[in-house]
């Protein structure tokens, strides 16, 4: 007896068509709305900020005109825009080792499972859900001259006390410590996540092998830890360069403009002395020099994997 197998009728092609097309309809109708937002809150803006770069924009007075490079150029000569960028690049190059090494140093702490384990991520990740508002009202009262936390040991240490906030040698200072415990609970998450991606086999090898802790971090955990790394480092370069909020609320700028970074510099021209054409353009230079940092840093990264 011969046996035959069933063959399915093939779909007739218009019923395929059909199909298909309501694939796309449906797919357009769920991308819709998010491409709406984006066009109306980011693309338009950004078209506009272009194009306010270049006009003498004020949001008070005249109305703009056309100044072509003027903007830019005025930029070159800017002194006030050269200084709070040396701010800016003096955060990051102090904040980007201390607060990665910081933050990998919590995961491994945190990594072993353990009665305090969850407890201590939780205390960890706090900051970072503490609003900046709060947060530099806060460290304000611990760095009070008269009767600040730290202040108070230092006294108990028989060390001279210091005004933190009111001295423009240690004002920056205070800052990169407030940016730091604020936003290392984060980047703790992220290594933390990394570390859990590495293989336990090859640590269990290592130590078979007769190799120390130390050992094995340095050609096990760091090796396999080089993209988390990476976008550590990128993320932490972009975050300390726009660093704006916290330098608002705990110290507004100053003193005598020392810790003026240059997000606030540009919120100053654009809010407060009206300047928006010439502040849109600084912002874009900002851009520029964040966007060539994070190809920079990318590549290097790279070539080292």
Do not use: C
């Amino acid at each position: 007896m011969e046996l035959r197998t069933a063959v399915p009728a093939a779909q007739p092609k218009k019923t395929v068509s059909r199909f298909h097309r309501h694939e796309r309809r449906t797919a357009a109708g769920f991308l819709l709305p998010a491409l709406l937002l984006l066009l109306v809150f980011v693309f338009y803006p950004m078209v506009q900020a272009v194009v306010i770069s270049f006009q003498n924009y004020s949001l008070v007075g005249s109305k703009p005109s056309f100044v072509g490079l003027d903007n830019y150029v005025a930029l070159l000569s800017d002194r006030n825009f050269y200084s709070s960028l040396k701010h800016s690049f003096y955060f990051a190059l102090v904040v980007i080792p201390l607060q990665t090494a910081l933050s990998l140093g919590l995961a491994l702490l945190i990594q072993k499972p353990g009665r305090l384990s969850g407890g201590l991520r939780t205390i960890y990740f706090i900051p970072v859900i503490i609003s900046t508002g709060v947060a530099a009202t806060v460290f304000k009262l611990i760095y009070n001259k008269e009767f600040g936390l730290l202040n108070t040991f230092l006294k108990a240490l028989g060390l001279p006390v210091t005004s933190f906030l009111s001295d423009p040698e240690t004002a920056m200072n205070g800052v990169i410590g407030l940016g730091i415990w604020k936003a290392a609970g984060f980047f703790m998450i992220i290594f933390l996540a990394g570390l859990n991606n590495i293989p336990r086999d090859l640590y269990e090898a290592a130590h078979v092998d007769g190799a120390s802790r130390l050992q094995q971090f340095r050609s096990i955990t760091l090796p396999l830890l080089k993209r988390t790394m990476a976008f550590v480092v990128i993320m932490t370069t972009i975050d300390a360069i726009k660093l704006s909020g916290l330098v608002f609320v705990l110290t507004n700028g100053g003193p005598n403009g020392s810790t003026e970074t240059v997000v606030f510099y540009i919120y100053k021209l654009a809010f407060q002395q009206m300047q928006m054409g010439y502040a849109t353009a600084a912002a874009f230079v900002l851009f520029a020099i964040v966007l060539l940092i994070s190809l920079i840093q990318m590549k290097l990264f790279k070539e080292e994997q």
